[in-house]
Each structure stands twice: as structure tokens, then as C-alpha cells.
């Protein structure tokens, strides 16, 4: 349905939230966008997300980032089922204490593309650090739904992996119960 | 090491499993000296809660000796350190902790486990011991050794000199007990009624009188519990004696009490989510909570009156009379324990003799007989107060 009414929703709000338009909300079938505030400042988490090599440290199912040339990197993630994924990614914009956009190439196992901004919170809290991203579901409904159990698809990995990035920036440790050879990486 | 499992409903087992390890730097590990059986470990033992998984160490209130400590934390332990531990996990970093909220906390939950809170309550809960994957699955400390994450934050020192006994329930009961009745804002000849009289109930009434109040007034059904609710001070009434509400209006004039105390909370039917939720295998088909305590307290309350809430509930109730919550101006508290707010100050209240928390064990076991010190804690209501475990 296209609008042709004027929407009256006025506040600064992602296309996800509107109610029937998160298909359209970005260029893959699946989008979301998830919102967390940390109580650091905003250029250090901007700092810390802009040096992939930091990433690993609570990305838990990503192998390996591998920096290479203009803002392109490789990485290999734990998919579904076991197996790895892989793809290169490029930064598409990059806004110094606020926004990094990255794609990933063609020719690689998951189609993507995604930013994250920091925005200063209000007084006392920190930042906002929001993360967009909208991907191809690995073979259709039906891998979406495997992906989610086998608890891979990129949503909800993205969400457990800004709940770690608090958790390393507020508490400089990443939270688990599990035993020692089992924890992820910190 | 040897601890204390669940592996179904009615179904606790002693078992041998591995000693808990340092994972993080802010980590400790307890030499766990003694630990209590609460009642809401009876939720998981009749198989109430989802989220727990076969083998699952229990027990959140505990105590022992530091035997290592990780590097984050040893600025403010030390091996050989005698301390009581929260059963609230908090990292001390966060906004809420920061606030004092430190139930609140946004980071002790790990993140693959917060998914399933979250769906339930619109925010994930925050991390605990020993009480189900939905609070983070930490080994709990009815248990020869337990791992305590944040360890610069949690655990407090006990001083050379008190026993195990004194400071035990500073882990939770006390302050759960003190903050539900810190919550009623007790004024200069205020009467406060206090639903249940177990443990809870029963470190409320007693830090009711600490806080001022006038006349405390506990309902309870339980001749012994009764009992001790009348030491504390207590004026009782046995529900299956009296109407509860006629007494408490003829006993304040009318007025009915000023503040209500929830000691109660969800009555056998468990936590019961909205949605059948994807993680959580135990799941079935959960009746609601069945909040008698929470109407009759909201009923009874005098107007402009506070119904202060300790009392665990975990998902809906129907047929909340709300039109007298609003009507009567009711201001209603509630929210697990901020435990590490009160514990120092507490302690303080048990070093200067004003409480003496030991009135409440009944039973002391060693940690083997824990399985039958849970059957006696269900069974016996009447004679059976509180059940503390020595697992050394």
C-alpha cells in the first residue's frame, strides 16, 4: 500500500517500527534494527566498534575478522548447522563518532548490508548505539526458522551481540555462566 | 565437588560434578560454608519455573570463604576472606546499578540466556543463583563451591567473630524482608499488615518495628508461624479463623491499615509467560498467578495507603481490583530485592543486637540430607521454618 495519506507520526523513528512496512524497510527481505545505551562515551564505542580486530572479542560465533585494503574485511562466522560462513565486507560510510555502514560484498555466503550509529544519550546515560541490519534469510522461510533455532540468524545474533558489547564496555568482561572451556570469548 | 541438583519435579539429587572454575577477571570462588533452602526454591522443586534444565546446581543463598580470587576483583577480596553473597547477581557499572537498582542490573544476564525474559517480560531479568536458565543459568550455592561473578561488587565481609548463622540471611530473606517494609514509608504511628508469615513475612515484621511503626498486624494460617510472628511482636490472625478484612477494620478504627505487605505472592501455579516461548523446553500450558494476598491487600489498605509487594509473581492475574487501587489513591511498591543496598547496614543491625536472625532455622543438615531438608521445607510447613545446609 503506498501512502498516500500523510502519516502524522512525527518522531524520529525507524521504517521497522511502522506497522505492514518492515519489507520495505531496506533492501533484503529480513531488516531490524535493535537500540542499546551504553555508559560510555560516544567516540570511545564508536573507536572501539571502528577496529574490527575488536569485534571477535564479543562477536562469539565470529571466527575470524581479517582486515584488508579500503575499508574491506573478511569474515568467517559459525552458520547454521555448523557450518561456516564467510563474505567480505566494505564500509560504505563512516562518520567519525557517529555512523559506520558496511555491505557485504557479492559472491559471499549472506547477502547484507547494515550500519550502526551512536548518538549521545540523554544526561546521565552514556549513548545510544543503534544497529541496523537487513539480510537475505539463509535458504528462504524455512531456513529462517531453522537459522532461529539453531539460534544463528543474524537478528537475533545482533541483538545477544550489543548485550555483549555493553557488557564488555560497562563491565570490561563479557557475562556467562557457562564453564570455562565453554564461555565466549572476552 | 559435590552439590545439590535438580533433575524434575519433587526430584533432588546430591551429585559429584565439576568445581566451578574463574571465567572472568572479576570472579571469585566460595568455599561454601553454609546456605539455606528459600521458598522459592519450593517453586522449582514442585517444577513450577520454566527454564531448568536437568542437573542444575540450586540454592541462592549462601555464604563461605574466598579460595581465589581473578584479577578484577582482588582489590577488594582476598583468599581466606569470610564473606555472605547477594542472590542477585549486579556488576556495579551499569545505570541502574549505579541508581542503587541493583535487581535492575542490564548486564548480569548473559546474553544467550536474557532472550527468553525478555520475550516474557519486555526486558530480560537480571542475573541470579541457582534459579533457572531465565536468570542467567548460574550454578546456584547449595554446593561444596559456587563461582561468583562480580565479585568487587556482591559479596560482603562478614566480621571476625559472628557465626555463619547470624549473617546468612543477609544473602536475601533479611533485606527482602527490610526493603518490603522500607517500602510501606512508615510514618509516626502508622499500623502495617503483613500477609505471611514465613521467612520473609517474618524479617518484616520485625524491621517494621525497626523503621517505626506503630502496631504491626500479620495474618498467617500456620500455628507456629504465628507463633513467631507474636514474638516478633506481632498482633496475629489465622485467615481460617477470622475475615480477615472485618478484623483489620475493627482493629484500626476503621481506618483499615496504612500500609499492606504482600509477603505472599503467587500462590503454587508458577510463573506463567504470555507466549509459549521458542528456548524454554520445560514450558507447558501454565495457569495464572492467583494474587488472593494482592486483592485482599488492596481492599484492606486505608486510603492513600501503600501495598508493598516482596512477594514473587511471575506473569498475569485477572480480576486485579484496580477501580479501589485508583479510586483509594493506592501507591503500590514492588521489585526483587536491591539486596546489595541493604546488606552493610543490616549487618549493622545484627551486630548491635537489635535483630537476631537465628530465631528462624529450624533445622541445620548436612549438605547430603538436602534432599530430604527440601521434603521437610514443602511438607511441614508448621514445624519447619527455615532449613539451613552445612556443606563442609
Known sequence: MHQTEQKSTDANVHPTAFIGEADEAGPHDANSIRAVTIGRPRQELYAFWRDFRNLPRFMENVKSIELLESGRSRWVVAGPGGKDVEW????????????IAWRAEAGGDIDHEGWIEFRDAPPRRGTEVRVFISYDPPAGTVGKLVAKVMQREPRVQARRELRRFKQLMETGEVTTSKAPDAAPRA | MRA?????????????VPDPRIVNPRDAILKVTSTAICGSDLHLYDGYIPGMHSGDVLGHEFMGEVVEVGPGASHALKVGDRVVV?????CGNCFPCQSQLYSACDNSNPAEKADASEIAYGYAMTGAFGYSHLTGGYAGGQAEYVRVPYADVGPLKVPDGMADDQVLFLSDIFPTGYMAAENCDIEEGDTVGIWGCGPVGLFAIKSAFLLGAHRVIAIDHYPRRLELAKEAGAEVLNYHEVKVREALSEMTGGRGPDSCIDAVGLEAHGFSPDNVIDEIKTIAKLATDRPHVFREAIMACRKGGTVSVPGVYGGFADKIPIGAFMEKGLTIRTGQTHTHRYMARLLEHVQEGRIDPTFLISHRLPLEEGPEGYRMFKGQQNECTKVVLKPH
Do not use: M, Q, Y
Open chain 1, 88 to 99: 567480505v565486507s566494505v564500509v560504505t560510510e563512516d562518520v567519525p563518532g557517529e555512523r
Open chain 2, 4 to 16: 545439590l541438583c535438580w533433575h524434575g519435579k519433587g526430584d533432588v539429587r546430591v551429585d559429584t
Open chain 2, 86 to 90: 547477594p542472590f542477585n547477581i549486579a
